[in-house]
C-alpha cells in the first residue's frame, strides 16, 4: 500500500502477504492479476485460490476479511464489482459472478464456461457498464453480456472472425466505444497487432469499426478525458521498436490516433504491468522497475 499524498514521491505504507507458499512461490505462469477497490475493500482474484478480500479502511494496516474459492479456480485475471456484486474472469472456466456482499461467505450466483461457436473461452479482461459486461478473451476476441440479473447472465453479443484465429488482451470502456488490445491471424479481417474500435451503442450488435496498427503488442489500457494510454507489453520482432508508453487521441472515437511515444528504458517485456489514469496523473507498474508516475496534465 503506498502513500500517494504527494504523487511524485510514493511511501510505502503497509503491506499484507496474498498467500504464503504454494502457487505464489512456483514459476510464475502469467502476468499478475489485476484488483478492484470499491467501498473501503480491495478485492484480488488469486491465481490458485480465488478470491480475496481485504479491508482497507485503515491503508496501514489491510486485513484479509474474506476468501472464497471456486471449484476450479485456474487463472483468475481481472475483476469488476458493482453494488457487491463480483464479476471474475477465469481462464479456461470463463465468467463468474459472485455475490460478496457478505465476505466470511461468499456466494456464487452464476457461471458461463461453454464453447462459443467452438472457441474455448480464455477471458482475460472485464469492464460492467450500465447492466452489461464487456469481455475481452484471448481466443474469442471480444463479447458482451447481459448482467442486469446477476443470477443469469445471457451472452447477447460478440466480435470474433471465422475465418481465422484471433483475440484480446485488456479493454477500456469510453463512451459509447469499447478500445480493445487485440491480435489476428494474417488471414483474420484485423491481421497482426493494435487497437480494435469496437462501437457497442448496441451492446446486442457490437460492430468492429476501426483497427490502429500499433507498434508491438499486448497493451495495458485506460483512458481519461479524450485520451487513451496504451502501454506495451511485449515487443513483436517486425517493428524492431522499444518498449514504449503510447498515446492515443480520442476525440473522434471511431478513429484513435497516436501523438505520442514514450520509450521506457530497461522495461523488460513480459514484466507484470498496468497503466491507470486518474486526473492529472498516469499511474505505471513495471514490474522490475516497480511503480512509475506520470504527469499528464498535458497529455
Do not use: C
Request: zero cysteines; proline letters at 8%.
Amino acid at each position: 500500500v503506498f502513500d500517494l499524498t504527494n504523487p511524485a514521491q510514493p511511501q510505502q505504507i503497509g503491506m499484507m502477504p496474498t498467500s504464503v507458499g504454494g502457487f505464489e512461490f512456483t514459476i510464475q505462469e502469467t502476468v499478475e492479476r489485476n484488483q478492484y477497490l470499491a467501498d473501503g475493500k480491495l478485492f484480488i482474484p488469486d491465481q490458485a485460490r480465488g478470491l480475496t478480500i481485504v479491508d482497507v479502511d485503515q491503508p496501514s494496516s489491510p486485513e484479509r476479511i474474506g476468501q472464497y474459492v471456486s471449484p476450479v479456480p485456474d487463472v483468475m485475471f481481472d475483476i469488476y464489482v458493482v453494488d457487491e456484486i463480483a464479476y471474475i474472469v477465469s481462464r479456461y472456466v470463463g465468467l463468474r459472478i459472485v455475490d460478496v456482499s457478505n465476505p466470511e461467505n461468499m456466494r456464487e450466483l452464476a457461471f458461463d464456461h461453454e464453447r462459443k461457436n467452438l472457441y474455448l473461452q480464455q477471458p482475460s479482461a472485464i469492464d460492467v457498464q450500465n447492466g452489461h459486461a464487456y469481455i475481452a478473451d484471448q481466443n474469442y476476441s471480444f463479447h458482451v453480456y447481459d448482467v442486469s440479473d446477476p443470477n443469469s447472465p445471457i451472452q447477447v453479443g460478440a466480435v470474433y472472425d471465422f475465418a481465422a484465429p484471433d483475440g484480446a488482451d485488456d479493454i477500456v470502456i469510453y463512451g459509447d466505444y469499447a478500445y480493445v488490445s487485440a491480435w489476428g491471424a494474417k488471414d483474420a479481417f484485423y491481421p497482426g497487432w493494435g487497437l480494435w474500435a469496437i462501437d457497442i451503442s448496441n451492446p446486442k450488435d457490437p460492430q468492429a469499426v476501426n483497427f490502429i496498427d500499433l507498434e508491438n503488442g499486448e497493451w495495458s489500457l485506460s483512458s481519461q478525458n479524450d485520451v487513451l494510454y496504451a502501454l506495451d507489453g511485449w515487443t513483436v520482432k517486425e517493428d524492431d521498436a522499444p518498449l514504449s508508453l503510447r498515446v492515443l487521441d480520442l476525440s473522434n472515437p471511431s478513429n484513435p490516433t497516436e501523438i505520442l511515444s514514450m520509450p521506457i528504458p530497461d522495461y523488460q517485456y513480459l514484466s507484470p504491468s498496468d497503466v491507470i489514469a486518474q486526473d492529472d496523473w498516469l499511474y505505471i507498474i513495471l514490474g522490475n522497475q516497480g511503480l512509475k508516475l506520470f504527469d499528464i496534465s498535458e497529455p
